[in-house]
Each structure stands twice: as structure tokens, then as C-alpha cells.
């Protein structure tokens, strides 16, 4: 999961005191129901045409691409397949974008109006984990794609009602001022070519139901990729955005079944590795989501039951939710939910979000601005973080950790994802054998030497030295469209950039991972194309065809102990013998 936040806001924020304060305003002034989108580097940028290499604009089509065969040992290390019930949307959404991103954003996009109707979307008729769990355990069973497409065009349509009826109103044409509401329903029916429905007296059910049949029209002609997409016929990151939130409705097996659909079956990818999060305690508003736990166990459910690919998921761990329930409750192990999840239930490692707030290590922060801190300040963040890193080493568990300058939860705490923050941890001798992987390999765009931020540069810059020194440190190349996309803008400097760092840490190919953040990239117009894309980006780093296997593959299963006789092979097996995947990959 990743979204970008600008260096030069962060040092304005540090300089300026916005701590909690602005935060608790943020969100004291707002109503619960508003919400800020997820910001992701480049979004409202043009999306290239993959191995096509055509340039797009926003409002442009996604062209036809080609996409090759991948490795039979291929693996995506980065995804996600929770719905809108499973993150606090109002706290992520407001507290996580209220900076800057790198790239100039559409006003509308970040919107209060705007995001105030994805939280709409997101929670129309979405299933909690438990509510499917109680299904899934009777029955396993996927919506047909049809049946998948008409669920979310219904609940978006349900949704724009709602936000109608709530202060949308309509478009008489005789009035000279416009709400936020009504702004953005006008844009959705300009955008689709369908002014008149606001124009019209239709009932909110009536134009929700209009509005949301053309956000989701397809043109029955046009074909995206190797015949598997059909093309929308209107397409924007406004749009695809309500689209994605629609599909954020959706139960998780039909969310699995729709990354299936984009990038796996025959010759695609067989082997996901979806991560659950856990960002609740780090924010300032209190909402209800599915239980950490519930989410865990559905989770092995699908695992367990899907054949069409081999699942192997990471568990969710959050340092201040550990800290807060040793000093409520001293008699419960705060890492019970991980052992579980692992030593039983088929999960393959652990997922932590430093930028929520906290450091690898060394946690000497003042927590202030948390709505609960723990008696023991940043020091009770080590101690259970320490622990968990010990158990993890004992028992062969890697880590996965974000490692992107975003989805900060506290005044400039999306510093504590650089990666120089592991180097202590991994001087260690405690912990020099623990498997990490440091998520989000970017754009090279990173970059302080003073502040909140330790490299001396780009973040990249400080991982291919790390790599270096470190046998076990791995990065993925999650939601890398800084070199994805097939356009001219910037693409050839993060290509550039990236050559000469292969050049200068030649092991980084070693450590080098495939991954999509699917569901996340869902909200790229041009997202049916990224497989394709990272694949021509590795020809175009002149990567060899044994380098681009272990890329899109065999580092993973090194990473993840798979390659290799051990404790955790060992209990993937347990879990996983009767997948004909796990069989074929890893046997």
C-alpha cells in the first residue's frame, strides 16, 4: 500500500509546529462521514500503454499491450485483498493525505465532497470478514465476473443516491451558487456525458442508478491487453477511482478472484502474497472495522480452499496496539495473534507500517499527538518490537515493511520508513538473521540529509549500500510506476537512475522483488497493464533472462524461506500440501 507525501511539506510541517493540533482540527471540523482519498505518487499523471508505449493522458483510453509469459516460478510479494471494511477509512484517508503529495493533484480528487462519496461507496453492502467468514466456511464460492461488475456498478449507484440525498440535490440550471455535493455529481455526469441527468428531476435513486450505469459502460469493441479487459468507455482518475471503490465492496474471494483474473492463471503469476494491516490505534477517529482477528482467520480460510493460485498472506503487527494491551491486560501475549496466524493458520510472515509513527528501533519519540500513549512512551514501541523481531528469528519468520514516504499517520512520521532506520536493527547481532523485506522500491526521489530523515541519500541510494553489508535485506518493487508506465515523464531518469545503482550494488538483483500492491494499483486507469509493464522495465535494465526470474520469483522464495529445507517450509507444507501450486513450485 502506497502513497506519497512531499519532502518539501514535511520540513514546512516540522518548521511550522503542524502537529496534533491541525490534525485534531482536521478532523474535529469535519463531519464522520468525510474522507480524503488514498494519494499515490503520480495519480493524476498520464498512464503509458505498457509494452505499447503509447503516452496517455488522464481522459485518454488505455491502449492494447502484449503480455508475455512470466516465469513458472513466479511470485507477486506485494499485494493486498482486504475491502472498505477492513481499514478505518476517515482516519486513514483524512489523517494519512493531509500533505502534499509529490506530484500536482486534481482539487476535486482530494476533496472533502469526493471523499466523503468514496467512504459512501466503500461501506454500501460491503461484507465484514466475519459476515464471509460464516459463508466461507460452508460454501466456497466466487461471483462471476458479470455478477462481480453488477454488484459494484449497484452499490455505487446506491451510494451517489445517498450522497444525493444528503446535499447533492440536483442541477435546475437556474442557480448561481453550488455546493461541494453538487460539484463533484456534476462532474461525474459532465465526465460521463450526462448532464442532463442533472438536469432532469429524476428521484437521487434515479440518477444514481443513470450516473453510475455510464461510470461503468464498457465499449464492446476495444480489448486491453491479451483479450482478458474489456475497455471502459469513459475513463479519468476521477473515475477510476469510484470504480475502485466500488470494487472495494466486494466480499475478499471475489477481490482475489478479480487479481486472478488481471495477473494470474497459465503463464501469469500462481504464487500471491497478500498483507492485512492494522493502522486503527495510530488514529484520531474511532470507527468500526473488522476485527484484526476475524480478518486473520478468513484470510487462511480463502488461503486454504483457493486452488486457482497458492495464497500465502503476512499478519498485520502493530507495536502501539501491543504496547497498549500489555499494560491493559499484562497476562495476554501481545504477539498471541501472530503466533497463531503463523505457527497454525498458514501465514507466511509479518506486515509492519513504521510510518504510522514508529521507528524500526531506537524509538526515542515523543508520542504526543497518538490518541492513547503508552505509559512507557517510545520505549514500550522496542520492547514489543523487539520481541517480536527475537521470535521472528527463532522461528524463521520474514518481515515485510513499508518503505515509502507516505501513509504517515503523525507530523512527518513518514521519515520513519527510510530505510537507514533498519541499519541499527540489523547491526544486531541479535537479528542479523532476520529476513526483511523493505517495500515500495521508488523513484528516487527521496532524499534529506538532516530532520526527521537519516540517508544522506536518495532512499535508494541508502538500501543498495544496506544490501550490501546485509545477506537477508530484500525490496520489492510494489506499485513501481515510476518505471512502469510506458511514458516519457520521468521514466527514462528512474531507468537511468536505476542501471547505475545495479551497476554500482550488483547484488541488489539478488534482492530484488516482483510485486503489484494489488488492490491498491486498481486505481490506475492503466493497472490491467502493470505485470507487463515491469517486465519490459527489466529488459530495459538489461536484466538477462536468469536475473529477470529471480526478480519476478526466485529471490521471493528465497526471501520467504521456500527455497530450502526449515521451520518454515515446514509449516507452509502442513498448510498447503494438497495446493497442486505449492506442489509444483516448491516440492
Same mark, same amino acid.
Given at each position: 500500500?502506497?502513497?506519497?507525501?512531499?519532502?518539501?511539506?514535511? &520540513?514546512?510541517?516540522?518548521?511550522?509546529?503542524?502537529?496534533?493540533?491541525?490534525?485534531? +482540527?482536521?478532523?474535529?471540523?469535519? $463531519?464522520?462521514?468525510?474522507? %480524503?482519498?488514498? =494519494?499515490?505518487?503520480? @495519480? *493524476?499523471?498520464?498512464?503509458?500503454?505498457?509494452?505499447?508505449? #503509447?503516452?496517455?493522458?488522464?481522459?485518454?483510453?488505455?491502449?492494447?499491450?502484449?503480455?508475455?509469459?512470466?516465469?513458472?516460478?513466479?511470485?507477486?510479494?506485494?499485494?493486498? #485483498?482486504?475491502?472498505?471494511?477492513?481499514?478505518?477509512?476517515?482516519?486513514?484517508?483524512?489523517?494519512?493525505?493531509?500533505?502534499?503529495?509529490?506530484?500536482?493533484?486534481?482539487?476535486?480528487?482530494?476533496?472533502?465532497?469526493? !471523499?466523503?462519496? !468514496?467512504?459512501?461507496?466503500?461501506?454500501?453492502?460491503?461484507?465484514?470478514?466475519?459476515?464471509?467468514?460464516?459463508?466461507?466456511?460452508?460454501?466456497?464460492?466466487?461471483?462471476?465476473?458479470?455478477?462481480?461488475?453488477?454488484?459494484?456498478?449497484? /452499490?455505487?449507484?446506491?451510494?451517489?443516491?445517498? @450522497?444525493?440525498?444528503?446535499?447533492?440535490?440536483?442541477?435546475?440550471?437556474?442557480?448561481?451558487?453550488? /455546493?461541494?455535493?453538487?460539484?463533484?455529481?456534476?462532474?461525474?455526469?459532465? =465526465?460521463?456525458?450526462?448532464?442532463?441527468?442533472?438536469?432532469?428531476?429524476? $428521484?437521487?435513486?434515479?440518477?444514481?442508478?443513470?450516473?453510475?450505469?455510464?461510470?461503468?459502460?464498457?465499449?464492446?469493441?476495444?480489448?486491453?491487453?491479451?483479450?482478458?479487459? %474489456?475497455?471502459?468507455?469513459?475513463?479519468?482518475? @476521477?473515475?477510476?477511482?469510484?470504480r475502485w471503490a466500488g470494487m472495494l465492496t466486494r466480499a475478499r474471494v471475489d477481490i482475489l478472484a478479480e487479481l486472478d483474473r488481471l495477473y494470474g492463471g497459465p503463464g501469469l503469476i500462481r504464487v500471491f502474497s497478500p498483507s492485512l494491516v492494522d493502522f486503527q490505534k495510530w488514529f484520531l477517529?474511532?470507527?468500526?472495522?473488522?476485527?484484526? =482477528?476475524?480478518?486473520?482467520?478468513?484470510?487462511?480460510?480463502?488461503?486454504?480452499?483457493?486452488?486457482?493460485?497458492?495464497?500465502?498472506?503476512?499478519?498485520?503487527?502493530?507495536?502501539?496496539?501491543?504496547?497498549?494491551?500489555?499494560?491493559?491486560?499484562?497476562?495476554?501475549?501481545?504477539? %498471541?495473534? #501472530?503466533?497463531?496466524?503463523?505457527?497454525?493458520?498458514?501465514?507466511?510472515?509479518?506486515?509492519?507500517?513504521?510510518? *504510522?509513527?514508529?521507528?524500526?528501533?531506537? /524509538?526515542?519519540?515523543?508520542?504526543?499527538?497518538?490518541?492513547? &500513549?503508552?505509559?512507557?512512551?517510545?520505549?514500550?514501541?522496542?520492547?514489543?518490537?523487539?520481541?517480536?523481531?527475537?521470535?521472528?528469528?527463532?522461528?524463521?519468520?520474514?518481515?515485510?515493511?513499508?518503505?515509502?514516504?507516505?501513509?504517515?499517520?503523525?507530523?512527518?512520521?513518514?521519515?520513519?520508513?527510510?530505510?537507514?532506520?533498519? %541499519?541499527?536493527?540489523?547491526?544486531?547481532?541479535?537479528?542479523?538473521?532476520?529476513?526483511?523485506?523493505?517495500?515500495?522500491?521508488?523513484?528516487?526521489?527521496?532524499?534529506?540529509?538532516?530532520?526527521?530523515?537519516?540517508?544522506? /541519500?536518495?532512499?535508494?541510494?541508502?538500501?543498495?549500500? *544496506?544490501?550490501?553489508?546485509?545477506?537477508?535485506?530484500?525490496?520489492?518493487?510494489?506499485?513501481?510506476?515510476?518505471?512502469?508506465?510506458?511514458?516519457?515523464?520521468?521514466?527514462?531518469?528512474?531507468?537511468?537512475?536505476? &542501471?547505475?545503482?545495479?551497476?554500482?550494488s550488483p547484488k541488489m538483483v539478488e534482492r530484488m522483488m516482483y510485486g503489484s500492491d494489488w488492490s491498491m494499483i486498481g486505481r490506475e486507469p492503466n493497472h490491467p497493464a502493470y505485470l507487463a509493464d515491469v517486465q519490459a522495465t527489466l529488459i530495459d535494465l538489461k536484466l538477462n533472462d536468469e536475473?529477470?526470474?529471480?526478480? *519476478?520469483?526466485?529471490?521471493?522464495?528465497?526471501?520467504?524461506? !521456500?527455497?530450502?529445507?526449515?521451520?518454515?517450509?515446514?509449516?507452509?507444507?502442513?498448510?498447503?500440501?494438497? +495446493?497442486?501450486?505449492?506442489?509444483?513450485?516448491?516440492?
Amino acid at each position: 500500500m502506497r502513497a506519497r507525501t512531499s519532502i518539501a511539506q514535511d &520540513k514546512r510541517n516540522a518548521q511550522s509546529g503542524m502537529k496534533l493540533q491541525i490534525l485534531q +482540527n482536521f478532523v474535529d471540523k469535519s $463531519t464522520k462521514d468525510e474522507t %480524503r482519498v488514498f =494519494e499515490r505518487r503520480n @495519480f *493524476m499523471f498520464g498512464f503509458g500503454a505498457a509494452i505499447a508505449g #503509447i503516452s496517455l493522458t488522464g481522459c485518454e483510453r488505455v491502449k492494447r499491450f502484449f503480455q508475455p509469459e512470466v516465469p513458472s516460478s513466479a511470485i507477486d510479494i506485494h499485494t493486498h #485483498i482486504f475491502n472498505g471494511r477492513d481499514v478505518p477509512a476517515v482516519g486513514f484517508l483524512k489523517q494519512v493525505i493531509l500533505r502534499e503529495t509529490h506530484a500536482s493533484v486534481d482539487a476535486d480528487i482530494t476533496s472533502d465532497a469526493f !471523499l466523503k462519496l !468514496l467512504k459512501t461507496v466503500l461501506l454500501m453492502n460491503t461484507p465484514t470478514a466475519k459476515a464471509e467468514l460464516d459463508q466461507i466456511d460452508n460454501k466456497f464460492k466466487r461471483l462471476a465476473r458479470n455478477e462481480a461488475m453488477a454488484q459494484d456498478e449497484s /452499490n455505487v449507484a446506491e451510494a451517489i443516491a445517498r @450522497f444525493s440525498r444528503e446535499g447533492g440535490g440536483q442541477t435546475t440550471g437556474l442557480s448561481t451558487t453550488r /455546493n461541494a455535493e453538487t460539484r463533484i455529481l456534476d462532474r461525474i455526469a459532465n =465526465e460521463v456525458n450526462a448532464a442532463d441527468i442533472r438536469r432532469s428531476l429524476q $428521484t437521487p435513486e434515479a440518477q444514481g442508478r443513470a450516473l453510475s450505469a455510464r461510470i461503468f459502460k464498457r465499449d464492446t469493441t476495444a480489448i486491453v491487453g491479451p483479450g482478458k479487459e %474489456r475497455e471502459y468507455v469513459h475513463r479519468s482518475p @476521477f473515475l477510476q477511482t469510484i470504480r475502485w471503490a466500488g470494487m472495494l465492496t466486494r466480499a475478499r474471494v471475489d477481490i482475489l478472484a478479480e487479481l486472478d483474473r488481471l495477473y494470474g492463471g497459465p503463464g501469469l503469476i500462481r504464487v500471491f502474497s497478500p498483507s492485512l494491516v492494522d493502522f486503527q490505534k495510530w488514529f484520531l477517529t474511532h470507527e468500526d472495522t473488522s476485527p484484526v =482477528e476475524d480478518q486473520i482467520k478468513l484470510l487462511a480460510a480463502i488461503a486454504r480452499q483457493n486452488t486457482t493460485s497458492l495464497i500465502l498472506p503476512f499478519a498485520p503487527f502493530c507495536p502501539l496496539r501491543a504496547a497498549l494491551e500489555r499494560e491493559d491486560t499484562p497476562d495476554v501475549d501481545p504477539l %498471541r495473534i #501472530i503466533k497463531t496466524a503463523v505457527l497454525e493458520l498458514g501465514f507466511v510472515g509479518v506486515k509492519l507500517y513504521p510510518p *504510522m509513527g514508529f521507528r524500526p528501533i531506537g /524509538n526515542r519519540v515523543d508520542l504526543t499527538w497518538v490518541p492513547r &500513549k503508552p505509559l512507557g512512551g517510545g520505549s514500550a514501541l522496542d520492547r514489543e518490537l523487539e520481541a517480536l523481531y527475537l521470535w521472528c528469528v527463532e522461528n524463521e519468520v520474514p518481515i515485510k515493511a513499508h518503505a515509502n514516504n507516505s501513509i504517515a499517520a503523525g507530523p512527518n512520521t513518514g521519515a520513519f520508513a527510510d530505510p537507514a532506520g533498519w %541499519r541499527e536493527l540489523m547491526q544486531d547481532s541479535r537479528f542479523s538473521s532476520l529476513q526483511l523485506n523493505l517495500a515500495h522500491f521508488g523513484g528516487f526521489d527521496e532524499t534529506a540529509s538532516h530532520g526527521s530523515f537519516t540517508s544522506q /541519500n536518495d532512499w535508494e541510494e541508502t538500501l543498495g549500500e *544496506m544490501v550490501d553489508t546485509f545477506p537477508n535485506l530484500y525490496f520489492d518493487l510494489g506499485y513501481w510506476t515510476e518505471a512502469g508506465t510506458a511514458d516519457d515523464r520521468g521514466r527514462s531518469r528512474v531507468i537511468e537512475r536505476t &542501471k547505475k545503482l545495479l551497476a554500482r550494488s550488483p547484488k541488489m538483483v539478488e534482492r530484488m522483488m516482483y510485486g503489484s500492491d494489488w488492490s491498491m494499483i486498481g486505481r490506475e486507469p492503466n493497472h490491467p497493464a502493470y505485470l507487463a509493464d515491469v517486465q519490459a522495465t527489466l529488459i530495459d535494465l538489461k536484466l538477462n533472462d536468469e536475473q529477470r526470474q529471480q526478480v *519476478m520469483g526466485g529471490n521471493a522464495a528465497t526471501y520467504l524461506g !521456500l527455497d530450502r529445507d526449515g521451520l518454515q517450509k515446514q509449516r507452509v507444507a502442513a498448510v498447503y500440501a494438497a +495446493n497442486p501450486i505449492f506442489s509444483e513450485s516448491f516440492i
